[in-house]
């Protein structure tokens, strides 16, 4: 997928004034935030704050552990008969699904929702080579029926309103009128039947992978992802090389923790642990299982101060949470990733200079940190980021001039003084909107008026009046 | 993150960092605070070359810029032995971020470090520092408050329950709830400017909650979130208006 993160003020100004666009993303996150809060800590405060840091535990060992667990990981993978293969980069994953596809002379893909597919472009290469794809999660379906592109890690078609989805099943399938979400549901659930029978390749993504027991795991909801993986006679797994933990009882914990902070269930719908293509004795099944292990930017980020970024389970919580998400949505933030954890991972694994207002898109409230399930530290890399963003010259000239005036000013409590003489003096005469950067805030809100009397001079007079 | 042991400030003399932004623009919230601290018996200075903490600087990344403010604020408050600031915004930065600012500076850093650990929050220091719960405070008539939490005093510093309680504990005085009370007011300091169409969206959402509530007055810990939420009040002619809670408690003072 393209990288269009530098675009963000303009998108985000375009998305705070769509009515349809609000009303969706405030509701979507709405509940969102607030299933989680009731299913983080229905047995009280401490224990979901306890399961939180013992998540954030785990997920920081396997990260400090990740080249020797990923070589147990496909050690043991390669033993229970899943086929292994390392993508270095985004065109690496298309060529070894392309080939997998060629080789098995694949005309039509099933997929299951997959981020990381998004992120190396897979649809894409399936189309340019006349292969059929269709997403099979009912978000994802929707974003491939309507040409866009998913705008929440875990809820992809969050910034439709159901009027605006109902109307394109209209459109485009034919759907008789209704405005009931589970009739809507139903008649795709039809249509989607016949491509699951049909399929020659099924392509999921995986929420981690068990290195102690070469497990690849699937968390999913609607079924979509347990037909793709089982149904065709080639699966095809694509997951980053950060997902891999190191034991079943680590995943015990983080098979909790994700389902209450991404939807607020206790327990996902269904649960997989795939250990392997068809044994002889079971009656179905795939006959290939492959494990695509991408890289794809992620070991460059491994050595730097935002690793951090990579124990992150893609669970949505942030975005949900994000009072900046909450009124723009995830197409501002121009990548596969959105919301605050985006913001950190797309100049992460884009490079900064694709992506300079992603770590300034944040009023740094700390709400992204406070609800992450594995605690990642959001706003301390956003402050990371911006730093970068001085030292490497990619910040406007008129805040590094300001910025730099502000300093000299505040060094000097002369000079401080005088620049607040000079600003009650103007404060006085502002009009109602100003020009320049100064106009931002303006636009929205009354500028204050400083006051007649700086503190310093009522505390001299203060102490004046008193005897002492 | 290392954080030094706070030695406790009772009995002690008060530094009091006003912050630049009540000194020039809402002195009397800083004279509120003087009020009240004198109220409880403290011994008050105000050491009158300090500026400002250095976060505007920091949180744009211009981190020499900031660390040459911050370091004028360590040669300000060397002598101090309690730091009271009327906001959870820049205690946090003097708290926390001063120790990521100076990691590297083995000359500045035990300095940065005292700092730190003798740094309050105005409420934080009352009912955290000297124990006290209840300022024996009564307005002069009946006014119903809610509160704003502000972000930095909350996620950063933990605080919430201190203003809850003095006030609860203000005669006249009731509390109110108010919607979403933990979501920010969108302020972000130069966010605001940067990116003024998010900022003023989440100040809308945050303006909504404000003129729903019961209350009539909204207190909040930090004087730019209060620039923020009244800037817009008033653009939209609310009724409504946010104040500092030194200011509200400073008003039960009045004999």
Sequence with gaps: ?468 | MYLPERPSPKGKRVSLFVTCIVDMVYPAVGMSVVDILEHLGVEIDFPENQTCCGQPGYNSGYRNDAREVALHFLRVFADADVIVVPSGSCAAMIRHEYLTLFADDPVWLPHAQRAASITWEFTEFIVQGLGITDLKLRLPQPQTFAIHDACHGLRILGLGEEARTLLANVENAALEDLKDADACCGFGGLFSVKMADVSGAMLQKKIDCINHCPAATIITGDTSCMTQMNGGLSRQKSVKRVRHIADVLAEGLKK
């Design chain 1, 1 to 468: 997928m393209k990288v269009d993160a530098n675009n963000f003020v303009s998108v985000a100004q375009i998305a705070v004034n769509d009515p349809d666009l609000q009303e969706a993303v405030s509701l979507g996150t709405y509940n969102g935030y607030s299933k989680r809060l009731v299913a983080m800590f229905s047995n009280g405060h401490e224990h979901g704050e306890a399961m939180r840091q013992q998540a954030a535990a785990m997920r920081r060992r396997a990260i400090q552990k990740l080249p020797d667990l990923l070589e147990l990981a496909e050690k043991n993978m390669t033993a229970n008969g899943i086929k292994v293969l390392w993508a270095e980069t985004a065109e690496d994953v298309r060529n070894m699904v392309l080939d997998i596809a060629k080789k098995r002379n694949a005309k039509l893909v099933a997929k299951s929702k997959s981020m990381i597919s998004e992120e190396v472009a897979l649809n894409h290469a399936f189309e340019e080579n006349g292969i059929e794809v269709v997403e099979t999660d009912l978000g994802e379906y929707i974003i491939q029926l309507n040409k866009e592109t998913p705008s929440h890690i875990v809820m992809p078609v969050m910034h439709r309103t159901k009027r605006e989805i109902r109307d394109l099943f209209m459109r485009e399938l034919n759907m008789p009128f209704t405005d009931d979400a589970a009739e809507m549901t139903a008649f795709i659930r039809k249509h989607l039947r016949q491509v699951f029978v049909n399929a020659d390749i099924g392509i999921s993504g995986g929420n981690f992978i068990i290195a102690e027991s070469g497990s690849l795991c699937l968390v999913t909801n609607e079924g979509n992802g347990r037909m793709v993986t089982a149904m065709p006679k080639v699966h095809i797994g694509i997951v980053g090389i950060e997902k891999v933990i190191e034991t079943i009882e680590d995943y015990a914990t983080l098979t909790q923790i994700l389902p209450r902070s991404a939807t607020g269930q206790q327990m996902t719908v269904y649960m997989q642990m795939i250990n392997g293509p068809r044994r002889e004795d079971e009656p179905d099944g795939p006959d290939e299982v492959y494990v695509i292990l991408v890289d794809n930017g992620r070991s460059k980020v491994y050595a730097t101060k935002y690793a951090e970024a990579l124990t992150c389970i893609r669970c949505g919580a942030c975005l949900n949470a994000c009072p900046v998400y909450q009124v723009t949505g995830g197409h501002a933030y121009g990548w596969v990733y959105s919301g605050p954890i985006g913001a950190v991972i797309t100049p992460a694994l884009t490079g900064l200079e694709n992506a300079t207002p992603l770590p300034q898109a944040s009023s740094l409230c700390g709400k992204c940190k406070q609800v992450c399930p594995v605690d990642i530290d959001i706003p301390r890399m956003l402050l990371d980021l911006r730093h970068e963003l001085v030292e490497k010259g990619m910040t406007d000239k008129i805040f590094d001039v300001g910025l730099k005036a502000w300093s000299i000013g505040n060094r000097s409590p002369k000079l401080f003084i005088m620049g607040g003489a000079v600003a009650r003096f103007g404060t006085r005469f502002l009009p109602n909107r100003l020009p320049g950067p100064l106009g931002g805030w303006t636009k929205y809100r009354d500028f204050p008026q400083f006051a007649p009397k700086p503190f310093r001079e009522l505390w001299k007079e203060r102490k004046k009046g008193k005897p002492s």
